[in-house]
């Protein structure tokens, strides 16, 4: 089944719900309803470009919704899609086509493909059933791009069951205050491992997703009117979300359960949160290559320093020299990953690959140490 196919379920059950909600645009809100109709009228669209199913289709739209909705059609027509921006170095593979909402002025793709949120417009009627290829589970659907080790641009392909495998996982790995949430704020950008996710995962289960407005204050208004449950954001955008909350002292937070990924938690961002947002904070530890590795709620690690988690169900995490032997709980030394989730590589980058895939570990880079109880601390990167 094509992933987006449980989310066009979810459109016919419940058209009026919002779906998708940037504040302060103008059009900042969609439902359900016109979620299912945009995504009729922009396949036509593409079905006019004449994209073949198994096409890499790059996506550069900062419409939060126009931007989501183009990857679900895409996605739906069986297109694998890429998140880029401008000025991103050269990729290792060939794209088939850019799709933008305005011309890169130094493109490296051949075939660019301007669009703007009138291709949301139309009759939305129903793709007919010939156009909608057959779905494998191992169809590539999603491109993420990742730093690798050495730094260079690199990418990660997730297929159809891989991204339903990780999403499954979140109601394990994030406790069982999240399977209570549908309605969620996401601070994470559609490019990430963690904002595509929950983008997917909130219009699976038929709830509202809530992104940045360009003002704190609409934010929080949204925040306020869908009544928000669940907070997901990195360190960076928790701090900038606790400075706001700061500034009101007498505003009383709905927020539930707030996710924190993409880099360690410090101990005293966490207590500012906790005191002042929402004292449930699960503090994640993952890759684009492996899923989340390590998780744990904030409070139960804010008092080891460079403490990101307890190893995932699923997850293998292993401490070892540089000749690979495994080191005894608590000595420092390289991280290494094995998952149930992870990939086995990166898409047309054999030499990153070999530097960072070695006899089925994905090494991120990282030192650190793990104890008897799985609990694993970041001390540093390798140099």
Known sequence: MNIVDAILFQCRRQPPVAAICVPGQDKGLISYRRLEQSIYNISRRLLSLGLAPGSIVAVNIQDAIFHATMLLALTRLGVATLTIHDGLPPLPFKIDALISDSRPPLSTIDRVALADPSWMEGDGQAIEPRYIPPTSENDICRLMLASGSTGTPTAVAISQRLLADRIGRHLTVFGNRLPRCDRFYS????????????????????????????????????????????????????EIFVRGFETIPAYQSCIELILCGGEALSASLSERVRSRICSH???????????????????????????????????????????????????????????????????????????????????????????????????????
């Open 187 to 238: 601070d994470m950008p559609l490019s990430t491992s963690l904002g595509f996710q929950f983008l997917i995962y909130s219009l699976l289960r038929g709830g509202t997703i809530v992104f940045p407005g360009e003002r704190f204050d609409a934010t929080l208004l949204a925040i306020e009117e869908y009544k928000v449950q669940c907070l997901i954001a990195s360190p960076e955008g928790l």
């Open 281 to 383: 904070v699960v503090a994640a530890y993952g890759s684009v290559e492996t899923g989340t590795a390590a998780a744990a709620a904030a409070h139960a690690i804010a008092g080891t320093p460079g403490a990101v988690g307890f190893v995932t169900p699923g997850t293998t995490v292993q401490i070892v020299d540089r000749s690979g032997t495994l080191l005894a709980p608590g000595q420092e030394g390289l991280v290494r990953i094995k998952s149930d989730c992870a990939v086995d590589g990166y898409r047309s980058s054999p030499k990153e690959t070999a530097q960072s895939f070695r006899d089925g570990w994905f090494y991120p880079g990282d030192t650190g140490t793990l104890d008897a109880g799985e609990l694993l601390v970041i001390t540093g990167r390798e140099h």
